[in-house]
C-alpha cells in the first residue's frame, strides 16, 4: 500500500511540475518575434497577397457575366438558375470583401508588396 501512495505521489509531482514547465517555456518562446520569423511570414504573406489579387482580377471579369446571365434567367422566366446564379454572385462578392480584408491586414504587417502583381 505505501509503494503504491509514493509512485502516485511521484507521478502526480511529475505531471504537475512538468506541466508548469512546459506552460513556462511556451510563453516566452510565443511571445518574441524574431526578424527572421517575420521575414519568413512576411514572404508567404506576399505569396498569398499575389493569389488573391489574381483570384479578385478573375472575379472581377466573372461577375458582370454572371449578373447579366441572372437578368436573362429572369426575364425568360427560369427561377431556379435565377436563384442558383444569384447564390454564386453571392459568394464571390463574400469571397471578395474577405480577399481585400485578408490583404489589407497582410498590408498592416508586412508593409505593401514589393513584387509586381
Keep these: 500500500m505505501m509503494r503504491k501512495l509514493i509512485a502516485v505521489a511521484a507521478v502526480s509531482g511529475s505531471l504537475a511540475l512538468g506541466a508548469v514547465g512546459l506552460v513556462g517555456t511556451g510563453t516566452a518562446g510565443a511571445a518574441t518575434a524574431t526578424p527572421a520569423t517575420h521575414a519568413t511570414a512576411c514572404a508567404r504573406a506576399e505569396k498569398v497577397a499575389t493569389r488573391v ?9 466573372w461577375l458582370p457575366k454572371a449578373q447579366a446571365n441572372q437578368a436573362k434567367a429572369t426575364a425568360a422566366d427560369k ?7 444569384g447564390r454564386r454572385i453571392t459568394r464571390v462578392q463574400k469571397l471578395e470583401t474577405e480577399g481585400t480584408t ?3 491586414k497582410i498590408a498592416a504587417k ?3 508588396m514589393t513584387s509586381a502583381s
Design 53 to 61: 489579387t489574381k483570384l479578385e482580377s478573375k472575379a472581377a471579369v
Design 102 to 104: 485578408l490583404l489589407a
Design 110 to 112: 508586412c508593409g505593401p
Design 79 to 85: 427561377t431556379k438558375l435565377a436563384a442558383a446564379i
